[in-house]
């Protein structure tokens, strides 16, 4: 198998349109603000519960890329001072059998640090393929033998300590130049007749850019539905405007909502570069609050565009994802709150018990001020993370609450998570 570059490595036609659907997606970075002369309200409604949360993570695939290290992987799924508190780990299912183990020692680790552990396809194995004009896909004479293999992933996994949490029918199968493709009445055929054999949860369709023309007839057809546990997708290119799916809370009822991959604005720029990495903050909240899905997955989780740098450090992009994933933890619910009080300041909050979590993007040249009034809300406490130019998750401040209202700024071009309690 060819290893895998980057997308900014790769000179393929077909990388350099993903990369251009990736920052067609970004949006404005350098937006500017006159200081408000009086503090705008935000209204936070524990009451009011929206998805329930089940967590932030990336992808280890160690064909393509050397593993995570031992300290990498702490750094990467530990919830300690410096750590990023990732909850979701991908990995691939490999055709070729022999590179299984590869992927044990990472997922092994993750889950023992509490984290979940999904697997995704490329290619089945070569014998079960077939060339058509469209390029590659799996023999309709070999769906059972591919729930076979699936499984068979499955078990391994679970004999070497990783019980994975979903298996995947089928990475980006609409963009499927380099591997196998399905068409979705080709996805809704395994589901319908091969998906229940599958020893775990089932994702589909993954569709590179959230084209609802792959999942829209999974919702709606009931046999297919009701083998598929998650419906997956990527958000690479995909405008905000199209991350709302109607269709899934009209009829997805107990299945969950994932968002399994995607970089942002790009592969190409350092994860260091401030205040771009703002986009990547911004970028989780739409997921979050417009589409309401319920985890954000990266792509590598060591590269110079990832959470991880290089050389193991936490990037400015991880810091923004880390906002979220070391205190919306797996089972918070997000709540209502007043998601975009003024231009470009953009806010979320979540909660779990009495304890509830706000984060705030500040994307503004300026620094802005806001009363924040939590219903049904008394006396607490808060504290307070920021990451801005000169700091990543630095403890910012802490202060008491009374009578459900307080004060706050957020600084100029940065984020900031309250934890009250």
């Known amino acids: 198998m060819t290893a895998r570059r980057d997308h900014s490595e790769n000179k393929s036609p077909l990388v350099h349109r993903r990369t251009l659907l990736a920052a067609g997606a970004a949006l404005p970075v350098l937006a500017t603000a006159t200081p408000a002369a009086a503090a705008t309200s935000v209204v936070v409604e524990p009451s009011n519960v929206q998805q329930t949360i089940l967590g932030f993570g990336g992808m280890n695939h160690t064909v393509w890329i050397n593993d995570l290290t031992a300290a990498q992987r702490e750094t990467a799924f530990g919830n300690g001072a410096g750590q990023l508190g990732f909850t979701v780990l991908r990995i691939p299912v490999h055709e070729d059998r022999a590179n299984w183990s590869r992927e044990v020692a990472t997922a092994r680790r993750a889950v023992e ?28 004479s070999s769906y059972g033998a591919y729930a076979q293999h699936l499984n068979d992933f499955v078990a391994f996994m679970a004999g070497n300590g990783v019980n994975l949490y979903g298996i995947s029918v089928q990475n980006e199968p609409d963009y499927a130049q380099e591997w196998t493709a399905w068409t979705s009445s080709e996805i809704v ?41 998650i419906i997956g997708a990527h958000l690479y290119g995909t405008q905000p405007a199209d991350f709302p799916y109607p269709l899934f809370r009209q009829k997805g009822a107990g299945k969950e909502l994932w968002m399994t991959e995607v970089y942002h604005p790009n592969s190409s720029d350092s994860a260091d570069l401030w205040p771009q990495a703002l986009d990547v903050g911004e970028h989780i909240h739409r997921a979050l609050v417009d589409g309401r899905f319920q985890t954000y997955v990266w792509w590598y989780i060591r590269r110079s565009y990832g959470p991880l740098r290089e050389d193991g450090q936490i990037s400015k992009r991880g810091a923004n994802m880390a906002h979220f ?45 806001h009363v924040f009034t939590l219903r049904d809300t008394g006396s607490a406490t808060a504290s307070t993370w920021l990451t801005n ?19 706050a700024q957020l600084p100029a071009r940065s984020i900031r998570t309250f934890v009250l309690n």
Do not use: C
């Open 389 to 407: 130019a000169s700091a990543n998750l630095a403890h910012y401040n802490d202060f008491a609450i009374s009578g459900g209202t307080f004060n």
């Open 189 to 229: 055929r395994f589901l319908r007749e091969n998906a229940g054999a599958v020893n775990t949860r089932v994702i589909a369709p993954e569709s590179f850019q959230y084209r609802k023309n792959l999942s829209d007839p999974i919702l709606n057809d009931a046999t297919a539905l009701a083998n598929v546990d």
């Open 325 to 369: 994933a070391k205190w919306v933890r797996p089972g918070f619910s997000r709540i209502t709150a007043t998601a975009n009080p003024q231009s470009n300041v953009y806010i979320s909050a979540y909660k779990s018990g009495s304890r509830i979590v706000i984060v705030a993007i500040n994307k503004n040249t300026s620094p802005v001020d």
């Open 113 to 140: 640090l509490g984290a979940k552990v999904i697997a995704s396809p490329w290619n089945p194995p070569a014998s079960m393929t077939e060339t058509f004009s469209g390029g590659k896909r799996l023999r309709y």
